[in-house]
């Protein structure tokens, strides 16, 4: 009986986020509202909407921010709200389902080479697709992409329409990290566990696209020199933290198990062949097992899932109490969710902005320490959070 409840549950959970993902909410009026957390009143007000599935959020020396649309296009959002025309110049994007035209991020010397660097579903032939990494120049007017290659493109290409990862962030060295997802289906998720494919695996490349000589495969000629780490489902969110230079990262569970890792070089975080969740049908994962010998456990999960996407480390002044911690947005969840972080432990703080009832899509940080978040909406908005003081 226990078994029959705790499928039956899962089973709800499993409609009830359909739901969620299905219908978004269509706001007629700006958004400028207070809400009361655990460390004061916050005020929550619209920079700008009209954002058609904003995916990925970076901002720009002068203040203004880079949004892509998951349908293909690139926009500029100035400091004072104004949305541009999309931004020529972007990569051809399967956006069937879950693809589309996906994170973006600056160079750390945008200043001088004014570098962008976009994730995609890139399509390939017979209907199949991967994540790629496309980079670019934008040019001085900011209205173009110019002189725009493919860095990396993930391998292989699977006819899927689901799990891309797709976070690019850039480490203290200049390294990009790309998350990539295992592409769901159970025919070819068990390649997370593969050292000679991308699926399942967060990549560390340089700039140009080539392998950094201290990758911890680059000597194995069974492996693929890009792979950092293996065995992750989907990561959706991803930051370095501060303190110690090292990546941590968000993944989806599937029914249950999201699961917050501290990502180390060559480890394996267990994906498919241990999960703190169950499968969609309520069957167990594999063997039903949570940890392995020789896997790399989370350190913190979820069930239910929040369904993380995009995340930070917050180092501002507008909110001293929470330097330190993570915000991370939640699409099925519908909130900002605060991660106190002490060390290499975490635990879950608060969560925010739920009564809004909106997907949270990416987390940044702004100027004056303020927190931006965007939300997953055919009329997307680009909020921003600080002191209601």
Known sequence: MENFMTMTAFRKLAIASTAMLIVSPALAEPINETFETESGS??????????????????LPDESWLVTEKEGNLRMISSDGALSDPISGTPEVDARDQGGLLDVTIDPDFEENRMVYLSFSEPGENDTNSTAVYKARLSDDGTALEDGEVIFSQQPKEVSTKHYGSRIVFDGDGHLFVTLGERSDAEFRGQAQDLDSHLGKIVRINPDGSVPEDNPFVDDAEALPEIWSYGNRNVQAAAMNPETGDLWEIEHGPMGGDELNIIQPGNNYGWPLVSHGVEYSGDPINEGEAAMEGGTDAILTWTPVIAPSGMIFYDGEAFPEWQGDIFVGGLASAALVH???????????????????????????????????????????????????
């Open 339 to 389: 991660v106190d972080v002490e060390g290499e432990s975490a635990e879950e703080k608060a969560r925010y902005l739920e009564d809004l009832g909106m997907r949270i899509q990416d987390v940044a940080q702004g100027p004056e320490g303020a927190i931006y978040v965007v939300t997953d909406d055919t009329n997307g908005h680009l909020l921003r959070i600080m002191p209601a003081d």
């Open 42 to 59: 916050i005020q929550v007000e619209t920079v700008t909407e009209g954002i058609a599935e904003p995916w990925g959020l970076a901002l």
